[in-house]
Antibody
Framework: EVQLVESGGGLVLPGGSLRLSCAASGFTFNNHWMTWVRQAPSKGPEWVANINEDGSKRVYVDSVRGRFTISRDNDKNSLFVQMNNLRAEDTAVYYC?????????????WGQGTLVTVSS | QTVVTQEPSLTVSPGGTVTLTCASSTGAVTSGNHLNWLQQKPGQAPRALIYNTYRSHSWTPARFSGSLVGGTGALTLSGAQPEDEADYYCLLYYDHRYGDAWVFGGGTKLTVL
């Protein structure tokens, strides 16, 4: 059974940093692109970042580029996002998701999310 | 900035048929946008129903189908059930000309009533 479990969320001051983790199990982690998607309270989801199978390619939404860094540890089946210089508008539930294989361009499995609150 | 537009809300009768649409500010939605449709119920993570415009996941009820109609993406629900009441989001891919990014639509709140 595919499982994705996020952790690391919490309350952080504006300008602060936070590192989220996503523990993956039930599939061959290093075969899949992975992604972070966030959802602000009462808003729709927003794609944040993708990383390819070996971590050599990373893409970001404009609003986080230069502040967030997506990474992965294939030996530990884990996905991360380092979030620096956090702003109030980064407040959201952060989900990790797995992308389908080959030509299956879809975030097929999702975690349950971890809440990040940026506030003074 | 790329904008993806959906109907804010729609209502369908139980057993009825409804089509949700997904339009792109850059022009026609094509197969290259790898259109996805996701369903989200309160308190839950989104769940992908349709990908690559018309392909269904193994868990997708057969009453959901995806297509392209007149340059927009479409999700058709035929024979709506009460459990289909949810928020629906489309998701489009934009290649390097637009930043190699994925963009969600604003979502459609579907009421089954």
């Amino acid at each position: 059974e595919v499982q994705l479990v996020e952790s690391g969320g919490g309350l952080v001051l504006p300008g602060g940093s936070l590192r989220l983790s996503c523990a993956a199990s039930g599939f061959t982690f290093n075969n899949h692109w992975m992604t972070w998607v966030r959802q602000a309270p009462s808003k729709g989801p927003e794609w944040v970042a993708n990383i390819n199978e070996d971590g050599s390619k990373r893409v970001y939404v404009d609003s986080v580029r230069g502040r967030f860094t997506i990474s992965r540890d294939n030996d530990k089946n884990s996905l991360f996002v380092q979030m620096n210089n956090l702003r109030a508008e980064d407040t959201a539930v952060y989900y990790c998701a797995r992308w389908g294989l080959n030509d299956n361009h879809t975030p097929d499995y999702w975690g349950q999310g971890t809440l990040v609150t940026v506030s003074s | 900035q790329t904008v993806v537009t959906q109907e804010p809300s729609l209502t369908v009768s139980p057993g009825g048929t409804v089509t949700l649409t997904c339009a792109s500010s850059t022009g026609a939605v094509t197969s290259g946008n790898h259109l996805n449709w996701l369903q989200q119920k309160p308190g839950q993570a989104p769940r992908a129903l349709i990908y690559n415009t018309y392909r269904s996941h193994s868990w997708t009820p057969a009453r959901f189908s995806g297509s392209l109609v007149g340059g927009t993406g479409a999700l058709t629900l035929s024979g709506a059930q009460p459990e289909d009441e949810a928020d629906y989001y489309c998701l489009l891919y934009y290649d390097h000309r637009y930043g190699d990014a994925w963009v969600f639509g604003g979502g459609t709140k579907l009421t089954v009533l």
